[in-house]
């Protein structure tokens, strides 16, 4: 599994997980159908919620007149997705982690949430790297 599919089927996993309080293996199991998860993709549905309120702390900051509650469960699912991975996956470059985060919000976001999203990301990314 390509680590872009991977990515998606997470960011599946971990929205069935948030909105339908799914269990996460049976979450994932269903995103992945007929596929293996690799680790990747268990990393970062389970790092994205072991982590979650450290993840939410990290956010939280940089919602200029939001709050983590009154985001969409999409941008709320992939900020904490790609925040999972600015901070806990060292191996994959930060462009990368962003970009491919943008990318999520075009496809499965509204008509803002990629820039939304790109803007939050790029904040968070300046905090880590400090």
Request: proline share 3%; net charge negative.
């Amino acid at each position: 599994m390509k680590r872009r599919t991977a990515r998606e089927k997470a960011l599946q996993s971990l929205f069935q997980v948030n909105v339908s309080k799914t269990e996460p293996n049976e979450a994932i199991e269903h995103a992945v159908g007929e596929e293996t998860p690799n680790q990747f993709m268990n990393n970062l549905v389970f790092g994205t919620i072991e982590h979650e309120n450290e993840i939410d702390a990290l956010i939280t900051p940089h919602l200029v007149n939001w709050t983590i509650d009154r985001l969409a469960n999409i941008d709320k699912t992939i900020l904490r997705m790609a925040t999972y991975e600015l901070k806990y996956e060292q191996d994959v470059p930060s462009n990368v982690t962003i970009d491919e985060a943008v990318e999520l919000a075009k496809a499965f976001g509204d008509d803002h949430s990629s820039k939304f999203v790109n803007g939050v990301l790029s904040k968070i990314k300046k905090d880590l790297e400090g």
